[in-house]
């Protein structure tokens, strides 16, 4: 079945890309920081250095959980809507809706990530099962420049 892409939506993408720009390009003290990966809790993985900004993508589904700002200690988003990092919509008979929260650690349609220290690379990986309706493949990368 070939079906056009009608509507694609990275959620949270300018409030995402603006702190990623304040988190790792404001200044040369920020590149000089160390960035860092935190896997160690269980339903958040986090993502930051010292003293600008952390942000808290979901293990379940890559989502935004949130974005503390350090230096005031506020959230700054109220994370993806309905927990969706991306959505697409075909335009197809049904206009089909697939999203980041379809998928999972577990089920059919399977959501993993990776973290790459060497290279400051987060890669979230959303794959459709055998018999998924979609067969929507999503790859996203954030990548962190450190100097």
């Known amino acids: 079945m070939n079906r056009k892409i009608y509507y694609l939506v990275i959620e949270c993408s300018l409030i995402f890309g603006l702190a990623l720009t304040m988190l790792f390009g404001l200044n040369d003290v920020a590149f000089a920081q160390t960035i860092y990966f935190d896997d160690s809790d269980s339903q958040v993985m986090k993502l930051g250095n010292a003293s600008h900004y952390e ?5 379940s589904n890559g989502s935004i959980a ?5 230096s005031t200690g506020e959230n700054v988003t109220e994370g993806s809507r309905f927990e969706h990092l991306w959505r697409v919509i075909f335009s197809d008979s049904n206009w089909t809706f697939v999203g980041g929260k379809d998928y999972g650690l577990s089920g059919e ?3 993993s990530y990776i973290w790459n220290n060497s290279s400051k690379t987060l890669n979230l990986t959303y794959t459709p099962g055998p018999s998924s309706p979609s067969k929507m493949v ?3 990368e954030i990548t962190f420049d450190v100097c």
Request: proline content about 0%; aromatic content about 12%.
């Open 66 to 70: 949130y974005i503390i700002d350090k």
């Open 55 to 59: 942000i808290g993508l979901r293990k």
């Open 109 to 111: 349609d399977t959501f």
């Open 138 to 140: 999503a790859l996203v």
